[in-house]
């Protein structure tokens, strides 16, 4: 067994200073040597079967049941050499990804009953678990990190007035309709009620988020000009002036692409704008990792943007802007890890050990799968004509600092994250 490891392990490790003790007490070493030390040990050779004939799924796995064991380093240090790779995927397991990507449609068949369900699966969990690493407004997505040295909460507010600027807000009209679809928390929805003085229509399918963000609306008096409903976007029949979608994409399915922009172009008005906020892949069609499947995001899937273009042609929609976040993602999610980790024994209190190790393993894998990988985020800006937006991307530039103006003006009292 030890002989089989070091053999297959040699042949995918090529860069990084790794070192593996086996179940039996081996010592393994690979890699170039460069980089800092990272070691790690088998505690059952059920574990390292598991590395050898399901890498993708069973490395996860054993980390969160304890049979995969960091001590040199952290899980985070082992993943950026693993995904640091020439190969996505270790040759071995190379069977396994093209069977999943051969079933991936039926794994990612999300009719309305299913998508509930697989909603309730991460969204619903213990409201006082997210509070713990999210920023002040729980925001559960990419951040837009405009210097290196931009706190969280800064980065996130920052993403908000993006987004408000690319949907050309109207300061002058009070009668705007905006729809979020996918409004998590609520908090996109209550700055563009706030800021953009417009009605907002914010629809989810998590129970926990729907409860949230209608009393975080009336909290902040802002119940007249934004509502939280639970329903699916495919069952909604209304006209807006906006829309804004903001991680929720990657829980549409490929299946359900084309559905998912008919509906859109049915929803916005013919001089509205939409921007579609979604992480995504550069590198072609692939697959969703199967850990990440299993334990994190039940039916979701990346897109790459091969996969969603199409779509949006035959819906009638026009394409006038296309922006990549590359890095953003990585960094909001070191953020994210680093302050879960830091309240990683409440985590453990309102859960288990093996939680949080799952959590922390999750967190770990977004993070390199942005730095190390093809993993990107992609805001696509759509409309129904040509004329309805400006030319050129000046205007982007102008309302983000128009809305910090009138952010300085209204502003409130950050709390920590968990407080």
């Not at 309102?350 to 922390?360: G, L």
């Amino acid at each position: 067994m030890d002989r089989l490891l070091r053999f297959l392990l040699k042949t995918f490790i090529r860069r990084g200073n790794f070192r593996v003790t086996t179940s039996r007490g081996t010592v393994l070493i690979f890699g170039d040597g460069s980089g800092p030390p990272v070691s790690v040990r088998f505690a059952t050779r059920a574990a390292e079967w598991g590395i050898l004939l399901d890498p993708e799924l069973k490395l996860g796995e054993s980390y969160m049941n304890g049979t995969f064991v960091v001590e040199e380093g952290s899980i985070a240090d082992v993943l950026a050499i693993a995904l640091g790779q020439d190969s996505e995927v270790p040759h071995w397991a190379k069977p396994q990804f093209l069977i999943r990507y051969l079933w991936r449609r039926i794994k990612q068949f999300n009719p309305r009953k299913r998508s509930r369900q697989n909603v309730a699966h991460h969204y619903d969990l213990d409201g006082r678990l997210y509070s713990l690493f999210l920023d002040a407004d729980r925001q559960y997505s990419c951040a837009y990190f405009e210097r290196p040295d931009q706190s969280l909460d800064d980065a996130q507010l920052a993403k908000k007035r993006h987004l408000a600027a690319k949907l050309r807000l109207s300061p002058d009209r009070k009668d705007l309709r905006i729809l979020d679809i996918g409004c998590g928390w609520g908090g996109l929805g209550l700055y563009l009620a706030e800021y953009g003085n417009a009605n907002v229509t914010g629809i989810t399918l998590s129970q926990e988020q729907h409860a949230v963000a209608n009393e975080r609306a009336v909290e902040r008096g802002l119940s007249a000009r934004a509502r939280f409903i639970l329903q699916d976007y495919r069952d909604l029949n209304d006209s807006f002036d906006r829309i804004v979608s903001v991680g929720m994409f990657e829980h549409v399915g490929v299946n359900h692409f084309e559905t998912y922009f008919n509906k859109a172009a049915e929803l916005l008005k013919d001089d509205g704008v939409m921007v579609l906020h979604s992480i995504g892949r550069s590198e072609g069609p692939s697959v969703t990792n199967p850990w990440i499947s299993k334990y994190i995001f039940p039916g979701g899937y990346i897109p790459s943007l091969s996969e969603v273009l199409p779509k949006i042609e035959k819906s009638g929609l026009l394409v006038t802007d296309i922006e990549i976040l590359r890095l953003h993602y990585a960094e909001t999610l070191k953020h994210w890890r680093e302050r879960f980790l830091a309240h990683r024994e409440e985590v453990e209190r309102i859960y288990d050990r093996r939680f949080v190790r799952m959590w922390e393993f999750y967190l770990a894998a977004s993070e390199m799968s942005f730095r190390e990988q093809d993993m990107m985020v992609f805001q696509i800006q759509l409309t129904k004509r040509q004329d309805v937006v400006p030319i050129t991307r000046d205007y982007i530039m102008r309302e983000e600092q128009r809305l910090r103006v009138l952010e300085d003006r209204r502003q409130v009292p950050l709390r920590l994250a968990g407080e």
